[in-house]
């Protein structure tokens, strides 16, 4: 099976260090289990990249109904 690539934006690298020291301050373990499930995560996206939709993004890969847009517009 073939798998894509999934590339973040430089910031995330900031975001994730600043995650884990919060996670780090509530409990020492956290941070260890935040990115083995950000890794899950990214394993996951890499193997169904047509799975993707971020809803009110432009990464959208599905289009959104007429309706919800319309509504938005009201």
Do not use: K, N, T, W
Request: glycine share 2%.
């Amino acid at each position: 099976m073939s798998r894509a690539v999934v590339v973040f934006h430089p910031a995330v690298e900031d975001d994730i260090a600043a995650i884990q020291a919060h996670y780090e301050q509530m409990d020492p373990v956290l941070p260890d289990r935040f990115e083995a499930r950000l890794d899950d995560q990214v394993e996951r996206l890499s193997m169904f990249p047509d799975a993707l939709v971020c809803p009110g993004l432009s990464c959208l890969r599905r289009r959104r109904s007429p309706g919800r847009r319309a509504a938005r517009a009201r």
